[in-house]
């Protein structure tokens, strides 16, 4: 369901002017940190945000990467315990949505209902999932598990697109899957070792075989 289209369709075009509103933010800009607040709740129109949180130490911790028209924000339901951080990992052009009037749709309109219903059971279903690996598979599953949920292209403007998997970095790979840094690195310098391995394999058998042509031919 396309919900912007939706609410541009239900409000006048004055009520559309107070209650939405298109704002773009640059590769590094936080969308909100804390302590900030937001009054909105927003949608990604284009681009990638990285979605996590601050150790003690004051560390970026993530734990989540939303692309296509998610949602995010604060709805405010958890009396006071929402410690977010919102981070463009690409130019990105968000909608942002008035708070009271977000919530209010989610409530009485039951298009809007079953919408929401749908994408927030779809978003704990991602993340019930990741955790299921995070304590089920080995290191290196894990990884491999990370970069199959992530495999997709996006849309930073109308000439540009990016790979998700080319955002990552080590330490995001890290916290999303519970593995050290230093364990990443090697495990993906293991894929990559293995890659050119099956590559050379593959122009090796490739040689046998023109050779076994140019023989049968020559014959």
Wanted: proline share 2%.
């Amino acid at each position: 369901m396309d919900i912007l289209s939706y609410f541009q369709q239900t409000l006048t075009r004055e009520e559309a002017s107070n209650l939405i509103k298109e704002v773009n933010f640059r590769k590094g800009e936080y969308v909100y940190m804390p302590p900030i607040k937001p009054n909105e709740m927003f949608q990604i129109i284009s681009g990638a945000i990285k979605i996590g949180t601050y150790t003690e130490k004051g560390e970026e911790v993530c734990y989540d990467i939303l692309f296509q028209n998610e949602v995010f924000g604060n709805l405010r339901y958890l009396n006071g315990q929402f410690f977010e951080f919102a981070k463009a990992l690409t130019d990105c052009k968000i909608i942002c949505y008035e708070l009271s009037f977000y919530k209010k749709m989610i409530v009485h309109d039951p298009l809007i209902s079953d919408w929401f219903n749908k994408t927030t059971i779809q978003r704990w279903c991602k993340m019930e999932t990741r955790l299921y690996r995070f304590c089920t598979l080995p290191a290196a599953e894990r990884i491999k598990a990370l970069f199959a949920e992530f495999d997709h292209i996006i849309v930073i403007s109308k000439s540009k697109k990016v790979k998700i998997l080319d955002l990552l970095h080590i330490v995001d790979i890290a916290q999303m899957t519970g593995i050290s840094r230093q364990t990443v690195s090697k495990l993906l310098k293991s894929f990559d070792d293995s890659s050119k391995l099956k590559t050379n394999k593959l122009q090796h058998d490739s040689t046998i075989l023109m050779d076994k042509k140019l023989i049968h031919h020559l014959a």
